[in-house]
């Protein structure tokens, strides 16, 4: 990839974050994808000149659990809207005591403990192996930090977030087992997210966004969905706010990412162009045409 393709911004809107406000021209448009529907139809809209692609991650209203979630289709149907950037906001627990409810953690790795889901793009007759030693686009975090600076959040630039399965909520032993790894955050729907991002060669970014302390603290009841509810109403006109700030620094990218993130497919494919299942190929080619031809 010698040019950069013009942005694109796809957000993914984590819980209690199911639609975006300011966009004009918005329209609500259903993309089908080999693997199933998305979540939802996607928002797409213009926010101040700039086309961004909103996507509720657990459907309008929440209808769908971070297991049954159908995260390829959800990453190929952005990628087939011609997003280049994504932001992920995810409500998280937090295990720190100097990131209380309302913060808001701009994540730099993840540690995956999902068991349940499909975790990539490719498989037997088409096998790649993506780099996630850096698992999200510094570029993006880096806008993402000025853009909180901007508007006065509170925030933490670099965590580590923890993916569990759920939909349960933490025991207290894997709490404190999660805290002595040096996780900052605990959630359930970053990952395979950012897997797939990165095999789609998408930018990817996600902004944590602290409900609770999970149930370590001791000062703190377990967590409930009430307590959740409740921060995440106001996390949620806060995202909202982050994303009217970050939207028109993300547009003035006139580069490929020097991170890599658009070009993570060059090393990766390791099947023999020769023997590469033909299905495979025609179902991946329609998001992945700048590595498979």
């Not at 995810?90 to 349940?116: M, W, Y």
């Not at 490929?256 to 494919?269: F, M, P, R």
Request: glycine content about 8%; some cysteine; proline content about 5%.
């Amino acid at each position: 990839m010698s040019e950069a393709a013009s942005p694109v911004i796809g957000i993914i809107g984590g819980s209690g974050i199911y639609d975006i406000e300011g966009l004009s021209q918005a329209q609500w448009i259903a993309i089908d994808t080999p693997y199933g529907a998305p979540s939802d139809e996607l928002l797409i809209g213009d926010l101040d000149g700039q086309k961004v692609v909103f996507l509720p991650r657990h459907g309008r209203g929440h209808k769908y659990s971070p297991s049954s979630l159908n995260y390829r289709a959800n990453i190929y149907a952005l990628k087939l809207a011609g997003v280049t950037d994504i932001i992920s906001l995810s409500a998280c627990g937090s295990f720190r005591e100097n990131l209380p409810p309302g913060t808001f953690v701009i994540i730099d790795q993840f540690i995956d403990r999902t068991h349940k889901r499909t975790s990539s793009f490719f498989g037997d007759g088409l096998v790649a192996h993506v780099s996630l030693a850096k698992p999200v686009c510094m570029r993006v975090g880096d806008h993402v930090e000025a853009a909180a600076k901007d508007v006065g959040l509170k925030h933490q630039r670099r965590g580590t977030y923890v993916a569990i399965e759920g939909p349960q909520f933490s025991t207290l032993a894997e709490s404190h087992l999660f805290r002595s790894w040096g996780a900052d955050v605990i959630g359930m729907t970053n990952m395979p997210e950012a897997k797939l991002a990165r095999e789609a060669e998408m930018c990817y970014a996600t902004v944590a966004m602290v409900t609770d302390f999970d149930c370590w603290h001791p000062e703190h009841d377990a967590v409930t969905v009430s307590q959740v509810v409740k921060t995440l109403i106001a996390n949620a006109a806060n995202a909202k706010t982050l994303v009217k700030a970050l939207v028109p620094r993300l547009s003035r990218r006139a580069h490929v990412c020097t991170q890599g993130c658009h070009t993570a497919l060059d090393h990766a494919i390791i099947t023999a162009p020769d023997i590469r299942d033909k299905a495979m190929m025609a179902k991946l080619r329609p998001i992945m045409k700048r590595a498979l031809g």
